[in-house]
């Protein structure tokens, strides 16, 4: 993971951009560089993954153009390869070096041709101007704002231009910026035709497509490691790779110390993959310890997100102080595919298509925010095989009436393409999804339920509240997050949209409460 940085003014001091570029260093570590363009200021902290040499250090420039990318490019050897066929030298090994030459011949066009998970600035040095783009599913982070004066700023994280823009947001995702205009160039939730595949090949396709995105995201020149949470999702990552490796994988897991659900199910799936696989335990004082740092790194009040970060951020802690891992997959974006278990509430296979297309749409402020920052606050970099952009456009144009749960047991597709090959042990495969905060353990949410009761009165919550036009908190809980929120992001709350629920208005959804243990169907999920 690495921290991009851009200020489209040119009378910026120097000392003053890099004070903002710093507030990201954990994003990029290995190293950092500034560099002054006619219009402003680009800056660059690497996290060294693919090219480690110093060659590999951004930005890049050529023929005046400069691009700074948090990115990673999937097949870019080939790409590279064509362009060595057009004349063009490359100095690094780097992926990113191949943007600019893109740029060149294809403008902003290049963006729709890319399969990777980006965020970019390019200075345009011909038309004196900066274009930024981000990829469709907003993997990498990637924020704006404007000074007081109008001029653009750019950042990977809202810290970094905080106090010079009075209000930040996220770019969207699956857009570039040009000329003070944000463009689609690719919208994950647009199908334009709804597959009419039988089942065996909506299976067989799922299968290869996610063996094929679980592959590419194994290509590191830096260690990679596997978080492995015990559940489906996870679970097929690591076992997929572990079939793809010469060597045992290194698999990490993490539970509370008296009741962690999943601990024993990724122990399992462990043994069964033969990977190298490591325990983290933390206790109630872990948990009310991280969760100032946490709000601090996500930048987010909601609920969900902060409550399955801490058992992430712990682990990632853990990862970066005792290892020399770089690069983490995760198992994030199946459920927002495939469905969560509120959706077996979905009252039609249209109201099921436009969830998910709302989940995608919003996934960059809640599951992959909290997969980034917690991984990037510890200096490491996510790789999201669930969003590997073939496989979740086709998961998106299955017909929905195939993905409704009529099966008896949720995300029936995913399990199905699976089945055949045994990656993972069957009971895992078939096991019901128990929401990752629940499954490191149910007392880290009574614990934090606890710790805000303790804090607030409902007296409180009814007068604090006040303060909160947006996303006014509404438990003592989301009371507590918020002050912690606006301690770090004062009168930002715009960069989430609102608190991750069930859709209220579905019968059996209308829940107080984010956590799938309040739904009737959540079963033997948390066993």
């Not at 993954?49 to 080939?78: D, K």
């Not at 301690?487 to 209220?504: E, H, I, L, R, T």
């Amino acid at each position: 993971m690495c921290a991009i940085l851009t200020y489209a003014r040119a009378d910026v001091a120097q000392e003053f951009f890099e004070e903002m570029l710093y507030k990201t260093h954990s994003r990029g570590p290995d190293m950092s560089r500034t560099l002054k363009v006619d219009e402003g200021w680009m800056g660059f902290n690497r996290l060294s993954i693919m090219g480690l040499n110093e060659a590999g250090m951004q930005p890049f420039s050529l023929n005046g153009n400069v691009v700074i990318c948090n990115g990673e490019l999937y097949g870019f050897e080939n790409i590279k390869n064509y362009l060595i066929s057009l004349g063009y030298s490359f100095k690094s090994e780097s992926d990113c070096e191949i943007l600019l030459p893109l740029y060149e011949r294809l403008g902003t066009k290049m963006f729709g041709f890319l399969d990777a998970e980006f965020a970019c600035v390019i200075y345009d040095a011909a038309k004196r101007k900066f274009i930024a783009a981000r990829d469709p599913i907003g993997i990498r982070p990637l924020y704006y704002g404007y000074d007081d004066e109008g001029h653009i700023l750019f950042s990977s994280e809202p810290k970094n231009i905080i106090g010079t823009c009075r209000k930040v947001m996220p770019f969207p995702p699956g857009h570039y910026y040009e000329d003070g205009e944000f463009v689609c160039y690719k919208d994950m939730t647009d199908v334009k035709e709804i597959s009419t595949d039988s089942l065996e090949v909506i299976t067989t396709k799922i299968h290869d497509k996610l063996v094929n995105g679980i592959e590419k995201r194994l290509d590191a020149d830096a260690p990679v490691g596997f978080l492995l949470s015990g559940g489906l999702d996870s679970s097929l990552v690591c076992g997929v790779a572990a079939r793809l490796s010469d060597k045992p994988i290194e698999t990490f897991a993490i539970g509370m110390d008296i009741d962690a659900i999943d601990l024993k199910y990724a122990r399992e799936v462990a043994e069964y993959i033969h990977s190298n696989h490591h325990e983290v335990i933390i206790t109630k004082e872990d948990v009310l310890n991280a969760l100032e740092p946490v709000v601090e790194a996500l930048g987010t009040y909601d609920i969900t997100t902060i409550r399955a970060s801490i058992g992430m951020y712990l682990l990632c802690k853990w990862i970066h102080e005792n290892t020399d891992i770089k690069v983490v997959l995760t198992g994030e974006i199946s459920d927002e595919l495939f469905g969560y278990k509120y959706t077996d509430f979905a009252p039609s296979a249209e109201a099921f298509q436009e969830e998910a297309k709302k989940r995608v749409r919003e996934l960059h402020m809640y599951d992959v925010l909290r997969a980034d920052r917690c991984i990037s606050v510890n200096s490491l970099e996510a790789r999201v095989p669930f969003g590997d952009l073939d496989f979740a456009s086709y998961v998106m144009s299955i017909d929905p009436e195939k993905k409704l749960n009529t099966y008896g047991i949720g995300k029936f597709l995913l399990r199905k393409a699976f089945e055949k090959d045994e990656v993972i042990p069957r009971s895992i495969l078939m096991r019901e999804k128990a929401a990752f905060s629940d499954a490191v353990g149910h007392s880290l949410r009574d614990d934090l339920i606890e710790y805000a009761e303790g804090k607030y009165s409902f007296a409180d919550l009814e007068t604090m509240k006040k303060k909160y036009t947006h996303a006014t908190p509404f438990t003592r809980e989301s009371l507590l997050y918020r002050e912690l929120f606006e301690k770090y992001y004062p009168g930002q709350s715009d960069m989430v949209v609102d608190f991750w629920m069930p859709n209220k208005s579905w019968e059996g959804c209308n829940v107080d409460d984010p956590s799938a243990r309040v739904l009737s169907n959540y079963g033997a999920s948390g066993k």
